[in-house]
């Protein structure tokens, strides 16, 4: 994964040896290797710092490591795996990596910077004077900034966008005609955490949010970046007030998201889906091309292309239609009684 310099602060390469106070890393025999970025197991390549702590993926390992990974896995993992070259044993393979990695790149956040140019707001672009722009920041022709909105440090906004007062943005590019309502905040870190013999630490986040043309984010909405990979919002989608999107979460061209809805981390919504009020939706699930998703429908699972789900927990209409039919009618049955 590349990391964006305009939103992280890099410190790279940075040479293994050098790095400190990593939880459970053993430092005995520790190779004196240079790391450049940090990935995803599947995705990793030369130079690019990963984890493994899934024994399923050991077979995986050696492979990785050849294309010039470094893979912080366990003793029992690195057994099966031999003495494959950039293998870094650590007790706790995640935590050691986040750890590394929060030494390697360091978020900019919205404090002025003498690492950052400064802001680059086109002529036509209207600024509020109680807007905070921070540098580094691009607005484009004919976009607007609202009363007391913060534009985070690198933030890139494209042209014709509004974006309301009070609203917070940072770690994100945003593509033309964009709306961001009033008091929507992008680019916060998600609902990560990582267990630790002191209790549950934050997962830190090293991706960003992407929101493509012509899309709307309602009043209040909330959208955290990602943690190893981007946050997406397709073209002429629609996100209405008091939402919330998830890490990772990945939303097609033309989705329309009714209020209060929930999606939690690492979702995949594809093109045309449309989702009622309060619709909540389980990690790392897929919701296909064109599905219709009811007011209040729980997703636990994968949603079928064309196919209109509802219920806790959602399945397909007809079969909630006719278990809620049976229900009742049992229960009239039982009042007779």
Known sequence: MAVDQRFYRAAVPARLTEL???????????????????SVFEEAVQGELCFVDDVKLAD??????????????????????????GVVLADRPRLAFFDLA??????????????????????????HPSAIVSDGVAIGPGSRIGPFAVIEAGVQIGRDCVIGGSAQIGFSL????????????????????????????NTPHFGRVLVQDNVRIGVNSCIDRGVLSDTMIGENSKVDNLCHIGHNTRIGRNV????????SGSVVIEDDVVMGGRVGIVDHVTIGKGAQLAADAAV??????????AGSPAR????WQRETIWLRRRMQRKDKD
């Open 316 to 319: 397909p209409l007809k079969q």
């Open 20 to 38: 400190k106070d990593i939880s459970g890393l053993q430092t005995q025999g520790l190779p004196d290797v240079s790391i450049s970025g940090i």
């Open 102 to 127: 929060s030494q390697i790149f360091v978020p900019h956040g919205f404090t002025h910077t003498d690492q950052l140019a400064d802001a680059r707001i086109h002529e036509t672009a209207e600024v």
């Open 60 to 85: 995986k390992i050696s492979a990785r490591c050849a294309e010039g990974a470094v893979c912080l896995t366990t003793q029992a993992i690195a057994e099966r795996v031999g003495g494959a070259e």
């Open 174 to 201: 945003i593509g033309n005609g964009v709306e961001i309502g009033s008091g929507a905040r992008l680019g916060g870190a998600g609902f990560g955490l990582l267990p630790t013999t002191s209790g549950a630490k």
């Open 256 to 263: 329309v998201m009714a209020a209060f809805g929930g999606i």
């Open 300 to 309: 636990f699972s994968d949603v079928p292309a064309g196919q209109t789900w």
